[in-house]
């Protein structure tokens, strides 16, 4: 059966996106100093875009959310071996919206990024391998 075209496009282009903010991070580590709530917002993106791409090719509806758990757990329905990539990254969650004012008191260690842009990266090859080769 032939894949629709207009599902493939768009579904390419969150997977797109989600690559692009995992590059985006991790361009900003090698700036002195390293921008680490910008790192932190990034691999956020990178994973909530994923997981939408993965929601958009299921063709299951999803909510303009930022919630990583909302979104996670859409996916594990779908595909329940994804939960082990998937839980771990819930706690980005707060990087969306929260650290990226100047009233936020806390902020992402080294090591705390490095987890992040690890689970960014994971999270977009373990959704990738689920799809087609064509996306």
Not at 113 to 123: C, G, S
Request: proline share 7%; net charge negative.
């Amino acid at each position: 059966m032939p894949l629709d075209p207009v599902q493939v496009e768009y579904t390419l282009r969150w997977l797109n996106k989600a690559n692009d903010d995992l590059r985006a991070a991790e361009a900003l580590i090698d700036i002195e100093p390293p921008l680490f709530d910008e790192i932190a917002f990034h691999c956020q993106q990178a994973i909530e875009k994923a997981e939408k791409g993965f929601l958009f090719w299921h063709k299951q509806p999803f909510q303009k959310t930022h919630d990583l758990y909302l979104l996670g757990l859409s996916c594990c329905e779908i595909d329940s071996s994804l939960s082990d990539t998937i839980k771990p990254t819930t706690k980005l969650t707060e990087y969306a919206v929260e650290y990226r004012y100047p009233s936020s008191a806390i902020h992402p260690s080294r090591n705390e990024i490095d987890e992040m842009i690890h689970l960014a990266k994971t999270v977009l090859a373990e959704i990738s391998n689920r799809l087609p080769l064509e996306i």
